[in-house]
């Protein structure tokens, strides 16, 4: 499904040159649920950025739903992302004057679905994040664990295959941090979605199958995690 | 939720700045709209008071210029012509105005009828103004300015000449702008002579021709019997006449027409300057599209149809308040507010409405293209770290 060979992701700032991935292989199955864990500046979101598809490796190459994306050029990209890759952030980042549905409904306006269905989509979105009586409510009237399912439901609705995930629960309490845990898991169970998160909360290890531990660009160990079946 | 509802939406995120934004212009929109009315409207008032069938010959070297009386009975002469009359600048003053605040003249009263048949003098006023040395035919306008009536009398203070002449009202120019004051020029001859002067000019000779086709050949022939005399006469057709009235002010409606566009690109600038600052603002949203998705095409689109619909919008709020204005003012004018007439002739026609929703639209899509452009071509990778 996710096939990382040998990959490496150096940036310029200045004269100076950060290796930010360094010759990295990886490969995730169809289905699983993974963490990608390590320190601050260990190269676990530029990781996760490579293979959602929204940058580019300087060498090696990365292989996601049988495309190599290396080859893509930035529109095909968009829509590669677009079709097969569901993203979830932090700070939830929903739009503040659309209310809970019409987020939810926003990526399916790149797609050629009707209204009807558009909104049909959303409410069922809205629906499996247990957020259904809620899809009228503006992002403000909601609690930041709300917000995330939001934004969850938003990263589900075009029925992705691979759904990532940047820090999902680093603004959230510890009881709404482990019920979105939960629902991830559960994407991963119910619907057989890929699900990739980038982590530093270790309760998140109780749900993953795997733990992908990376250390100054290199991945440094994978270990199982809790959830593995 | 559509494409359109989504545009609609983000517009409505800061209300108080798009409607600034907006109001900004409407204004400027309302103000081109308006502006736009002044050449046809100039046209239109010209060809209100003049017709196609009248010769005005005057000095060469200006209006202010006289000419020898004696050149009325050479052009009453010519072939074509069915009447002819002077008019001389009396420059009386009423009262103790400050100024000359109705144009006064003395004229032949046996031609006046002949002369301006278009006027719609009635008939037996005009036999009157033959008869009565004293008579006097005011237009509707300075009847209604003073409150006279015809049989009033009214007393005139001369300026030009030494002499002040009182005079009763016989007869009117049936039209509520017609600000003319007409007497017969026999009486201020008498009342200069009485004062020790002479009065053996005239200040412009108006012909009636027969036919149209005649203005200029006639203008011209005019012109040529006084070629090389101590006089040269000017002869032109009464549009051409007041126009050259209208030159001055054809000259201030460039101006403004100038300002007008040095604002419209003020508002291009203004609008810029907020198509940028909600991009900036909107940095982290507009990343997540991207990640989401959405192309660099879609999210230029979406933040230039953004700029475009709020100035359109605004657009079409000042173009209709200008077209309502006009409006308004042209049915005032028509009913209860008469002194509004020349403004009536002012109207923004459909296609000055068009031209302004164009303008509009063209002032949102480039103010809209230069950060909506920067924007959809941000790394998006490097947005995500800057903004989280």
Redesign the interface.
């Known amino acids: 499904m996710i096939q990382l060979e040998d990959v490496s992701r150096v940036y310029r700032r200045g004269a100076d040159e950060v290796r930010a991935l360094d010759h990295v292989s990886l490969s995730i199955e169809r289905g699983r649920f993974v963490a990608l864990m390590g320190p601050s500046g260990s190269g676990k979101s530029t990781l996760l950025h490579l293979l959602a598809g929204l940058d580019r490796p300087t060498a090696g190459r990365v292989m996601v739903a049988d495309r190599v994306l290396n080859e893509m050029s930035d529109d095909e990209l968009a829509s590669f992302r677009a079709q097969h890759v569901g993203f979830i952030f932090q700070f939830f980042n929903l739009i503040p004057v659309l209310s809970a549905r019409e987020n939810v409904e926003l990526p399916l306006l790149l797609t050629k679905l009707s209204k009807t269905e558009r909104r049909e989509r959303a409410s069922t979105a809205l629906r499996v994040v247990g957020l259904a009586e809620r899809a009228e409510h503006m992002p403000s009237e909601m609690s930041g664990g709300e917000q995330q399912r939001v934004a969850i439901a938003r990263a589900i609705v075009s029925d992705p295959e691979i759904v990532v995930a940047d820090e999902p629960t680093g603004d959230l309490d510890a009881k709404n941090a482990v019920e979105i845990l939960a629902l991830l898991r559960d994407l991963r169970r119910e619907f057989g979605k890929t699900v990739v998160m980038v982590t530093h909360d270790s309760r998140g290890e109780q749900f993953v199958d795997e733990i992908h531990h990376l250390d100054k660009g290199l991945l440094d160990r994978t270990v199982p995690g809790g959830g593995a079946a | ?3 359109s ?2 545009l609609w ?2 517009l ?2 800061n209300k108080v700045r798009s409607l600034l934004t907006g109001g900004a212009i409407a204004l400027a929109i309302a103000l081109v709209c308006f502006l736009a009315t002044m050449p046809d409207g100039m046209n239109r008032i010209l060809e209100q008071v003049a017709t196609n069938t009248r010769v005005v010959v005057h000095n060469e070297a200006g209006l202010v210029y006289p000419l020898p009386y004696a050149y009325m009975q050479k052009v009453r002469a010519m072939p074509g012509v069915v009447a002819v009359t002077s008019w001389t600048w009396f420059g009386g003053v009423f009262k103790e105005e400050d100024g000359i605040s109705f144009p006064n003249f003395a004229v032949e009263p046996d031609a006046v009828g002949e002369t301006w048949p278009d006027y719609g003098i009635p008939k037996d006023q005009l036999e009157e103004f033959k008869h009565r040395r004293d008579g006097a035919i005011v237009g509707g306008g300075t009847l209604k300015k003073y409150g006279w009536k015809v049989g009033d009398q009214v007393t005139l203070k001369g300026t030009v000449f030494p002499v002040d002449l009182t005079f009763k009202i016989v007869g009117t120019i049936p039209n509520e702008r017609a600000p003319h004051f007409w007497f017969q020029r026999e009486y201020l001859e008498q009342a200069v002579k009485a004062a020790g002067g002479t009065f053996d000019f005239l200040g412009t000779i108006w012909v009636r021709v027969d036919d149209p086709s005649r203005l200029d050949p006639l203008a011209r022939q005019i012109d040529e019997t006084f070629h090389n005399s101590d006089a040269q006469t000017s002869s032109e057709n009464e549009k051409s006449y007041f126009k050259n009235f209208f030159g001055a002010l054809e000259g201030l409606v460039f101006l403004i027409m100038l300002v007008t566009a040095l604002v419209a690109v003020c508002i291009v600038f203004i609008a810029a300057n907020t198509a940028s600052m909600t991009v900036r603002e909107r940095m ?2 507009i990343a ?11 999210v230029f689109g979406m933040l230039v149809a953004e700029a475009t619909l709020l100035a359109t919008l605004a657009g079409a709020v000042g173009a209709f308040t200008s077209l309502g204005l006009t409006r308004l003012v042209r049915y005032a004018s028509g009913s209860w507010n008469p002194t509004m007439g020349p403004l009536a002739s002012f109207i923004v026609s459909n296609t000055i409405l068009v031209e302004g929703l164009f303008l509009a639209f063209f002032i949102g899509m480039v103010s809209g293209i230069v950060p909506s452009y920067g924007a959809a071509r941000r790394n ?2 490097q947005t ?2 800057e903004v ?1």
């Open positions: 939720m559509s494409w509802a989504f939406r983000n409505s995120r982290r949203e997540i599209l991207k990640a989401m998705g959405f192309s660099r095409r879609s998006v990778v995500l770290r989280f």
